[in-house]
């Protein structure tokens, strides 16, 4: 009889690694990965109106390209493919930007 503890802690050993964002070589990559992790996500659905993995994709390539306008940004690697990724702006600097900030990285794209 397996141990149900034992079971959920078992992971595959996977090695991971961190590197500076790129955005000509990470953006689209980072987005799937980070549209597919948030796509079940209750304020992404309520932001898109409903569950989609396309929306939730535009939307997180939407959130890197205004984050790296102000702050700095890094992804995580596990055989040669991208598999999450982390973004910090600085205190007090907001990284929606202006209407026509958003509309220049990208805002007509949206999917809907």
Do not use: N
Not at 6 to 32: D, F, G
Not at 37 to 52: H, I, K
Not at 90 to 111: D, F, I, K, N, Y
């Amino acid at each position: 009889m397996m141990d149900l503890d034992e079971r959920v802690c078992e992971r595959p050993r996977v090695a991971v690694e961190i590197v500076p964002y790129e955005p000509e070589r990470h953006e689209a990559e980072t987005a799937r990965a980070l549209g597919a992790a948030f796509t079940d996500d209750p304020a992404v659905q309520y932001l898109l109106g409903r569950r989609d993995a396309a929306g939730a994709t535009w939307c997180m390539r939407q959130g890197v390209r205004l984050a790296v306008l102000h702050g700095i940004g890094f992804v995580a690697r596990a055989e040669g493919r991208i598999v999450g990724g982390s973004f910090w702006v600085p205190p007090g600097v907001s990284p929606a930007g202006s209407t026509l900030q958003q509309l220049r990285l990208g805002g007509w794209e949206a999917p809907w």
